[in-house]
């Protein structure tokens, strides 16, 4: 009786315990103790294995069922433990299963998706979706894992018949979720808009048991909508549907549970004006519908499959006008014409009109309200479809025009749905579906032997033979082009255009020859399509930059004298891109709008460039400014940070930056511990500014000239001996990183120790200042040492003398004197006196503070983000970069700030950039490529969080 009880404990708990030993890691080689892995060893095997790929894989590729059939057909069936998977272990394991961690006595193992890298067995055959067809870049490393591993992978996506049909695909099921899930987006952004509707009545895919109760539910709000509960000024809402897939095809088979009548693509418009509120209209578009040769003529699909760029989308113009809902599943090539660019999109989402307020949603705010991708090429037949929405987070809004993607329904733009995993929300009915089509093709993969020659292998039909991608460590014959295709991404990816098609013909005007300039043309010449005017008023400098980049146009002007031929190039260029300092920004900027060319530069936005804001609106034009390393590559760091920590509910309650460029350790022997890689004119204006900033909630401000009073050390780089100071008025980030609830908010530049006090010893000599010299004194040379008599007023003061004076005006300060006098500032060496102090001290640091050949700069960036979690829990992000020159290339500074600004130029150059006027890079459609981009140019950082 005992015994009788512990057989029924142990026949209760079995699952419990599988379940509970895959959570916690324990191996589990049967469920039933004489089933063992002796027993497996020989025949047929197959394994099948869990899914890791993310919580909402459910999926499998077989059913319980078809593991009876194979186990008829004398297959077995390893099941690796899995508590996730809609299919529960005692299912498999009643259909004969053998549920085992150990999968190595199988000779092909199947799963749905891509498999980690650290778990792949080598000589195996593996079946799966490996995404590596197209040298997708992120799968790469899996491949080439493989390829190490002798792994032979058959991928699903290419098993096809004869007439180059998929055999085996979820496609119908992604269609089915696909619906379900737009059906109940439309409520609820309906429902934002202020309109109750009967879509609210739908959920989300995952929520139902089957595609059956899904169907019972759109019936329902088919009904509803028969009886008129759409409100009557809606007028008939419309589908348009793209693509001739399953999914498609899926998508359309729930949407026909709807009141409905179908329309040719050409009748949409009218259509759109016949029905009332009580009926949907849908169509459907082929390629032939909106594909049109640009030499005129009518489609013919075998010159669009030879030659697809001899065709133009009019889809944007004819058809999507009178979409309210867009589902496209059309299959993209990169030499396609897209169905929808920037431009369309932004077209789209104009506020309606009075006038066309007469067809479909007066009050909706346009006529397009939501488009469902479910093609999945990122950047491709949509392209302002930058990123996938989740299971979790299915729906966000785009905001072409603002460039912004908010998670949710309510606020400004189209709703978007673009979940990657769709059929994972009907997971039983779409692994019953997909592993009735796999089960015949499974005696043949069990069959296989990695570890033989793919030639070797008989009794292999085509279908399977034809999806391996790798076998005995290589490329398959029709899979070799991968190789070429990732060389492609590559060079691709170098030239950081990472899927965006490259500008044609474009011509770029760039403004200034210093050291930025040269990493800003070499990124954009790597085009031959690209060319390059760069200006300056130095001849040497303008020809060396043509001499070293292909493409590139040298012109010799003076912008301050020429106004006029500033204006011409300007008229003949497609963007213009200034490199000087700041205080030329506002020139520019204002014939820039004048000709409507649009404007890129690094600089702070300036008082005098928000007052050029409205114009350049008007004007249509963009100025995008910065874009640099500070401002620039700090901000796209802190955003991105800033908007993963509100996505999470966390508030941030402190933000202190710190940026500098600096002479590398070992070259920073000099009084100043500095060194100019171009003029010094900006960064000594810089000790003439005030700061304002919070701490602890109070506001912090700093009078023009006492910055240098303000320094404090600093420990972020322990390695090096360093010091900081506020920088300018940090208080205007708050806004900008729509932070409002921060209390600390502190933007600091970084110097090496000691140089705040000799710069506090400059100040107080007066070299800094901006007053004019007397007329006589301007072009003559003469001896700092006389100069700085005359500072004193006096004329025949001896070294001791005027060292006396020196050190009593520096209050003594020894640091401050021994920088001063070590910088030559006391000495008999001549000096070319300029307009001002000012002019004259930046003149002489420009000389003997400059780098020498074979020295090297330094750049170091760090953020500190204290974020405050929604658990009651502190964090702190330390995001850090350093960067290196290069001694015989670019330094670091040039790098860190000419790359960003081309690559913002770049997107400037593409109409990614759709906002007007004055544009900093604080919104996610923005900085999120422009970080992507940085990283491929090997410009790279580190985030650490700690728990406080």
């Known amino acids: 009786m ?106 092909v193992i199947i799963g749905v998706k891509q498999v980690p890298i650290d778990l792949l067995i080598p000589d195996k055959s593996y079946a799966f979706f490996s995404h590596t067809i197209k040298a997708q870049e992120a799968n790469m490393p899996l491949l080439d894992a493989m390829l190490a591993k002798n792994i032979r992978i058959i991928d699903y996506e290419r098993m096809v018949d004869e007439n180059g049909q998929r055999v085996a695909a979820f496609g119908k099921f992604a269609g089915f979720a696909v619906m379900i899930n ?100 849908y169509t459907k578009v082929s390629r032939q519908d909106y594909l049109v040769p640009k030499l005129g003529g009518s489609f013919q699909a075998s010159e669009f499959e030879a030659h697809p760029e001899r065709y133009r989308s009019v889809f944007a113009e004819e058809i999507a006008p009178y979409a309210n809902v867009i589902i496209n599943g059309v299959y993209w090539a990169s030499k396609n014409p897209r169905l929808l660019t920037y431009k369309d999109a932004l077209t789209l989402l104009e506020p309606k009109t009075e006038h066309d307020k007469n067809s479909g949603c007066p009050d909706l705010p346009h006529t397009l309200l939501a488009i469902c991708d479910i093609s999945n090429d990122l950047g491709g037949s949509i392209e302002f479809m930058k990123e996938n929405t989740t299971i979790e987070c299915p729906f966000a809004l785009h905001d072409i025009k603002k460039g912004t993607k908010q998670l949710g329904t309510a606020g400004d733009g189209v709703l978007i749905c673009s979940i990657e995993n769709l059929p994972a929300q009907l997971p039983r009915e779409a692994t019953d579906y997909f592993g009735r089509l796999l089960l015949p093709w499974i005696p043949e993969m069990v069959n296989c032997d990695a570890r033989r020659p793919l030639s070797m292998e008989s009794g292999i039909s085509n279908v399977v033979k034809n999806a391996i991608i790798c076998s005995n460590g290589e490329l398959t014959e029709n899979y070799k082009y991968i190789a070429d295709l990732r060389a492609r991404h590559e060079n691709e990816r170098k030239q950081a255009k990472l899927g965006f098609q490259s500008s044609v013909s474009k011509k770029i005007l760039v403004l200034g020859a ?93 008082p005098a460039m928000k007052e050029l804001h409205e114009r350049a609106k008007e004007a249509g034009i963009t100025i995008f400014q910065e874009n640099g390393l500070d401002p620039g590559i700090d901000h796209l760091l802190a955003m991105d940070c800033i908007d993963s920590i509100k996505e999470e509910g966390g508030k941030v309650e402190s933000f202190i930056s710190y940026c500098g460029g600096l002479p590398a350790p070992e070259h920073s022997d000099n009084p100043l511990r500095y060194k100019f890689s171009w003029s010094p004119n900006d960064t000594l204006l810089t000790l003439l500014n005030g700061a304002r900033f919070l701490k602890n909630g109070q506001l912090m401000e700093i009078e023009p000239g006492m ?164 658990n009651g829990k502190r964090v702190q992000h330390d995001i850090s970069l350093v960067e290196y020159g290069d001694p015989n290339g670019f330094s670091a500074m040039a790098r860190t700030t000419g790359i960003p600004t081309a690559i913002a130029a770049d997107m400037v150059l593409n109409g990614e950039i759709l906002q007007t006027g004055n544009v900093t890079p604080f919104a996610k459609g923005i900085y999120k490529p422009m970080l992507k981009r940085i990283q491929a140019e090997d410009i790279c950082w580190t985030h650490k969080t700690t728990e406080l």
């Not at 009788?4 to 469920?31: C, E, T």
């Not at 001739?244 to 050409?266: D, R």
């Not at 760069?534 to 590139?552: G, I, P, Y």
Request: net charge positive; proline share 5%.
């Open 182 to 281: 737009i059906l109940h987006g439309i409520g609820l952004r309906l429902l934002a808009l202020g309109h109750h509707t009967p879509f609210m009545y739908i959920g989300a895919a995952h929520n139902c048991k089957n595609s059956r109760q899904a169907k019972l539910a759109i019936y329902e709000l088919g009904e509803d909508i028969k009886a008129g509960k759409l409100p009557a000024h809606f007028g008939p809402l419309t589908f348009v549907f793209t693509g001739s897939g399953n999914v498609s095809q899926g998508a359309q088979e729930m949407f026909k549970e709807l009141p409905h009548v179908y329309v040719e693509p050409h009748e949409l418009k009218h259509a759109a004006q016949k029905y009332d509120h009580r009926t949907l209209v």
């Open 514 to 606: 210093g050291k930025v300039s040269s990493p800003f043309i070499e990124y954009h010449t790597r085009r031959q399509s690209t060319g390059v005017t760069v200006v300056s008023r130095s001849k040497d400098r303008v020809q060396h930059l043509a001499n070293r980049h292909e493409n590139t146009t040298p012109v010799v002007l003076d912008i301050e004298r020429s106004h006029e031929g500033l204006d011409k190039l300007i008229q003949s260029h497609d963007v213009v891109v200034s490199l000087l300092p700041y205080l030329h920004s506002p020139t520019i900027a204002s014939l820039c709008i004048k000709h409507k060319k649009n404007m890129v530069t690094a600089t702070y936005v300036l």
């Open 707 to 870: 910055l240098l009073e303000n320094v404090s050390p600093l420990d972020i780089f322990p390695g090096f001996h360093l010091e900081g100071y506020p920088n300018r008025d940090s208080t205007k980030y708050v806004q900008s990183f729509n932070i409002p609830e921060v209390k600390t908010m502190l933007r600091s530049a970084i110097r090496y120790h000691g140089y705040a006090a000799v710069c506090r010893g400059i100040l107080s000599l007066g070299l800094l200042k901006k007053d004019p010299y007397p007329a006589n004194m301007v072009g003559k040379t003469s001896s700092w040492k006389d100069l700085m008599n005359l500072q004193f007023g006096r004329f025949t003061l001896s070294e001791k003398e005027l060292e006396i004076l020196v050190r009593g005006r520096l209050q003594n300060d020894e640091i401050a004197f021994q920088g001063v006098k070590g910088l030559g500032l006391l000495s008999e060496e001549s000096v070319q006196i300029g307009q001002t102090p000012f002019d004259t001290l930046s003149t002489h640091l420009s000389r003997i503070l400059e780098y020498s050949k074979g020295e090297r700069d330094i750049v170091l960036l760090r953020l500190q983000i204290r974020e405050f979690k929604n």
């Open 2 to 107: 005992q015994r009788m009880n512990l057989r029924n404990i142990q026949k209760i708990a079995r699952p419990y315990f599988q379940q509970f030993s895959y959570q916690h890691g324990w191996r589990v080689l049967s469920s039933k103790p004489h089933l063992s892995k002796t027993k497996v060893e020989s025949g047929k095997i197959l394994a099948l294995r869990r899914e890791d790929i993310n919580v909402w894989e459910r999926r499998a590729p077989i059913a319980p069922q078809h593991i009876k059939s194979l186990k008829e057909q004398g297959i077995n069936t390893l099941v690796q433990p899995s508590a996730r998977r809609a299919y529960t272990m005692q299912e498999y394991e009643n259909a004969g299963a053998i549920i085992t961690e150990d999968l190595s006595p199988a000779s």
